[in-house]
């Protein structure tokens, strides 16, 4: 079974802090995904990846930025946080052959930024 | 930009009860996707449809791809407590060669034992 796993299940951090988010998964996948949930908005796509150091914009990229160095690997970086990033953050992952493929995901990471 | 409109946004039933979500577009997709997702987790793939016309059943969950491949439905048949959660339909735009996925925003469902 495909594995992906979410570094922190919850975090608190304050505004204007740097936040990083980190992802992993374990099938060798060449897409990678981040998204946000808010209640009544459904999952918005951030950023995502489709290959090493390849990155997309999504469709709320404003704020936030990506680092794929590895294939294992996504991270999403809050650069300087502010209260209306305060999420339940996803990330996703599926193999190569387009959006057909289904998405596995993580567990979330909720986000507070006070 | 491709939008999946889903309903009803919320839904709340007594076991044993049937219900039946929808997710619409005027858009055309090549498949749809189907997600549960439980309080505290990530969402997880139910069924992917790919044919326009097609139907596909899992235990006592039915999925139909409209034969436009526009819309498509959930029917859930004498639901249990274990039913309840979100269901988000997904759509992959047609073309294939795209990575994103459209989400509609989601049902909620509450079964009542």
């Known amino acids: 079974d495909v594995k992906v796993t979410q570094s922190s299940r919850y975090l608190v951090k304050r505004t204007g802090e740097k936040v990083f988010l980190e992802c992993v998964q374990d099938?060798?996948?060449?897409?990678m995904f981040w998204y946000r949930q808010d209640p009544g908005l459904g999952l918005r796509l951030i950023y995502f990846?489709?290959?090493?150091?390849?990155?997309e914009k999504g469709d709320i990229p404003e704020g936030y930025s990506v680092s794929r160095e590895k294939k294992e690997r996504f991270s999403l970086i809050l650069e300087s946080a502010s209260t209306n990033q305060t999420s339940m953050y996803l990330c996703?992952?599926?193999?190569?052959?387009?959006?057909?493929?289904?998405?596995?995901f993580g567990d979330g990471t909720r986000l507070s930024i006070l | 930009t491709q939008l999946l409109e889903q309903s009803p946004q919320f839904l709340s039933i007594q076991e044993g009860e049937n219900l039946t979500v929808y997710c619409n577009s005027s858009?055309?997709?090549?498949?749809l996707q189907w997600y549960r997702q439980e309080p505290g987790e990530g969402p997880v793939l139910l069924v992917t449809?790919?044919?326009?016309?097609e139907v596909k059943k899992l235990k006592r969950l039915t999925f139909q791809f409209g034969d436009a491949r526009k819309d498509s439905s959930l029917h859930i048949t004498a639901a249990q407590p274990g039913d309840t959660g979100l269901y988000l339909c997904?759509?992959?735009?047609?073309?294939?060669?795209?990575?994103?996925?459209?989400f509609g925003k989601g049902t909620l469902l509450t079964v009542n034992p």
């Open positions: 990846s489709y290959d090493v150091k390849m990155k």
């Open positions: 858009s055309v997709f090549s498949s």
């Open positions: 449809v790919v044919t326009g016309g």
């Open positions: 997904a759509g992959a735009a047609s073309g294939g060669s795209n990575y994103k996925l459209t």
């Open positions: 996703a992952s599926t193999m190569a052959g387009g959006s057909n493929q289904p998405q596995h």
């Open positions: 099938m060798d996948h060449e897409n």
